[in-house]
């Protein structure tokens, strides 16, 4: 019987979660040039996108990289902001200024660059600060018992030093920031700063020694005046780092984007378990190169940029939800060379803005912005595949035709039993919901509210797909023989179709 009342929870948790199944959809395309990084922030309640341009199609690294600010309706360009070969862009704000910092990594001949950091003059961001670095990667910005740092991942250097060069973190003196330490990395490509309790952590992904990219990213933790090892998480290729939180638990994903033969390798979610974290989820990726963990009515979502999957740039990347227990693939986007995801809210609009780096031709090709909408899904499909779940669960079974017979019987007893509760009851969502608390637990509940939520139900919907349920009682005669049972069979493997 545990099959069928999955069905019936299902269907009760439907009914009182009418919720519509949304999904991101595209919104608005913006030129680029080799997109690398995209980050929106907020200056006085205005939104702005800044967009990093690495190169053009000529491998020109001398490119202005672009502010758009929203106009109401859309984005519309506000700013450029010269760059040379940049990687990435980081806003922040320190006593109410607002910054901008631009790692420049290559001019076509060396990776020692200047990198920038701008200010906001009320109008505009103007340059306040040049930083030496080293195949500059990475900006993060982050604050120790209020006093600001910001730490660069330097990932390449000459030839001599290659990519085991520092990184290196700048503290701020008031008026400027300053040298403060250097971490002896590895082809670092990404610096993500993060607190658990009262301590503080950065992680700093090493992509690679020179010899091979399977090696060690590290986690670092404050002792009150430096930064000291913690933790090594042995990595394939590693290009980004995400922290985030869901239920009070704390877990950190890395993407990893290459194994030295492969691009097609799993990226890992590691939890935290006090002291320590321990490897949780392997997510299957293809050249994974970006990640962006964000919440949408307080359901947790993971967006996950994947760049090449060893034989073409165009190819879906991925958006997963998080199910209570594990992240599950939620929505695929057609993109090309996906190298970063940013999602941002904009007067309780949530958009996810995706640069576009490459489709195997050219690199100035339109990066997009997309929406989330909700979207209607048909009622028959999801009775088709629900039913079809319940009968992959049935065909595992090691039961003989008149057992199956019998089991059938006894769910559509229960099943018609639980519909008739359900036409009889007139009560509002509370009640309804109290019914349900004294039949099933809680984590069954939650468990199932999830599923409800990805797809559109009303009241109507569920009493159709019930009905739809209940024709397999073919002779009315309140149960299901063995014929109407292989007939329902039939029509959820989908070699009878739902007529």
Not at 65 to 75: E, H, L, R, T, V
Not at 420 to 448: G, H, P
Request: net charge negative.
């Amino acid at each position: 019987m545990k099959h069928l009342s999955k069905l019936i929870l299902f269907c009760l948790i439907l009914f009182i979660h009418s919720k519509s199944y949304a999904i991101f959809q595209e919104f608005q395309n913006i030129e680029t040039s080799g997109i690398i990084d995209i980050d929106s922030f907020i200056i006085s309640g205005d939104t702005y996108l800044a967009v990093a341009n690495h190169w053009d199609n000529s491998k020109n690294y001398y490119q202005n990289s672009i502010i758009y600010k929203w106009n109401g309706a859309y984005f519309s360009k506000y700013q450029d902001i010269p760059t040379i070969g940049v990687y990435d862009i980081e806003f922040f704000t320190i006593n109410n200024e607002k910054y901008l910092a631009v790692a420049n990594y290559f001019d076509g001949t060396t990776r020692g660059l200047n990198s920038m950091i701008y200010k906001w003059n009320g109008n505009k961001f103007v340059e306040f600060q040049s930083i030496p670095t080293k195949g500059g990667l990475d900006w993060t910005y982050f604050t120790i018992e209020e006093v600001p740092y910001i730490a660069i991942a330097n990932h390449f250097y000459g030839d001599s030093g290659g990519y085991n060069i520092d990184s290196t973190i700048y503290k701020w003196n008031s008026n400027s920031f300053v040298q403060f330490q250097n971490l002896p990395t590895n082809g670092a490509t990404e610096i993500e700063s993060f607190s658990i309790n009262d301590d503080v952590f950065i992680a700093v992904t090493n992509y690679s020694n020179g010899d091979s990219r399977n090696i060690d990213s590290k986690i670092y933790k404050w002792n009150g005046k430096t930064f000291i090892e913690h933790q090594s998480i042995l990595t394939n290729g590693a290009w980004d780092w995400e922290y985030f939180t869901i239920g009070g638990e704390t877990y950190i994903i890395v993407a990893n984007y290459y194994s030295d033969t492969t691009r097609i390798i799993d990226s890992k979610i590691y939890k935290w378990n006090g002291s320590f974290f321990k490897e949780y989820q392997s997510i299957e990726t293809q050249g994974a190169y970006d990640l962006e963990c964000f919440k949408i009515n307080n359901i947790t979502y993971l967006a996950v940029a994947c760049y090449h999957n060893d034989s073409t740039y165009n190819f879906d990347s991925k958006i997963y939800m998080w199910n209570g227990t594990s992240f599950i693939e939620y929505q695929s986007i057609p993109i090309s060379g996906a190298i970063a995801f940013d999602q941002f809210v904009i007067n309780d609009e949530i958009y996810l803005s995706v640069g576009n780096h490459y489709n195997g031709s050219s690199y100035q090709i339109k990066s997009k912005i997309f929406k989330w909408y909700l979207s209607d899904t048909d009622c028959s499909e999801i009775v088709k595949n629900s039913v079809a779940d319940l009968s992959h669960e049935f065909s595992s079974l090691s039961v003989t035709y008149s057992e199956l017979s019998s089991n059938y019987q006894l769910l559509s007893s229960s099943f018609l039993q639980k519909t008739n509760e359900l036409d009889s009851l007139k009560l509002e969502n509370s009640n309804l919901r109290e019914s349900i608390a004294t039949m099933y637990t809680q984590e069954q509940i939650n468990k199932a509210v999830v599923e409800a939520r990805k797809g559109l139900y009303t009241h109507d919907n569920v009493v159709n797909m019930i009905n739809k349920i209940l024709e397999w009682d073919s002779n009315n005669d309140g149960s299901i023989g063995l014929v109407e049972a292989i007939n329902a069979l039939m029509i959820s493997t989908g070699i009878k179709p739902i007529e």
